[in-house]
């Protein structure tokens, strides 16, 4: 027999609730790990692909010219994540970046930290854009002139970009990853998991983004996209909840953040309900 198929068995097999984990892998990896302490068992089911684009002439020159910006803002931990890769292959190193350095949320601050950036600001209480742009030192009469730089994947919203943009600032982007679809299952086929949903016993579905939930959503099919609406999902911000409104869950948790920790929390005080 192979280890996939002993994998599945284990869990039709078993008589535990699961927790469907659809963060990247390595992400998933790691929150999984924080589940199993807790003695709570999960499947890994990656819903997002990030994968880091090529370091172009152009993004290379961006990276060698960093000190030339006053503020560089990592929108998220893969944004840090792949920089930092980036640079490496560049030559350059996390400290001797001079710019003020910004990041969004804790688990984007504690990633960049961990990578050896020096942090500059980040918001205390709060994980989004309005947090960050709350602070005092990014109002408009300490920002106004100033050029900023800011790490993100392909596509992102514009929303932060635009509100500084109004108080005076010059922006600019560098997108160093692109999150996909993935092309191929981890752990369990999507056939299957759409096959086997109430069978594999799935009590929780944790989701990080809109664009995992959505995928999530566009991969499964029938009976189990039914089973999964009617699952409780633990979403990790306010937009997520809205999406996943509009796509028919029928029993939605906010965590406080993405932050493992936070969805941790949210996992454990929803579970034995």
């Known amino acids: 027999m192979t280890e996939s198929f002993l994998f599945n068995h284990a869990f039709r097999m ?3 609730n699961l927790v469907l984990v659809t963060r990247p892998k390595q992400q998933a990896t790691e929150f999984a790990a924080l589940l199993t302490a807790k003695g709570i068992k999960s499947l890994v089911f990656p819903c997002i692909d990030i994968l880091q684009v090529e370091l172009s002439d152009a993004l290379k020159q961006t990276l060698e010219t960093l000190n030339e910006n006053n503020l560089i803002i990592f929108i998220s931990a893969n944004a840090a994540q792949k920089t930092a890769e980036l640079m490496h292959l560049s030559g350059i190193k996390p400290e001797s970046i001079t710019a003020k350095i910004a990041t ?17 600001l980040s918001p205390e209480n709060g994980f989004n854009s309005d947090a960050l742009l709350a602070l005092e030192e990014l109002q408009a009469v300490n920002v106004k002139g100033s050029k900023c ?18 108080r005076g600032v010059k922006v600019r982007y560098a997108e160093v990853y692109q999150r ?21 016993q799935i009590k929780a579905v944790t989701v990080t983004s809109n664009e995992s939930l959505q995928n999530l959503y566009d991969m499964l099919k029938q009976p189990g996209k039914d089973a999964m609406l009617k699952t409780t999902l633990i979403v990790a911000s306010q937009r997520g909840s809205e999406l996943a409104k509009s796509l028919g869950f029928k029993s939605i948790k906010l965590a406080q953040s993405a932050l493992n920790q936070h969805m941790l929390e949210a996992v454990e005080i929803n579970w034995n309900k």
């Open 180 to 200: 996909k679809k993935p092309q191929y299952d981890e752990n369990i086929s999507r056939q299957e998991l759409s096959n086997k949903w109430q069978d594999l």
């Open 149 to 166: 730089l800011i790490f993100r994947g392909i596509g992102g919203l514009d929303y932060l970009a635009d509100e500084l943009s109004k």
């Open 14 to 16: 078993s008589n535990n």
């Open 104 to 120: 969004i949320g804790k688990a984007t601050y504690t990633t960049a930290i961990e990578l050896g950036f020096k942090v500059n």
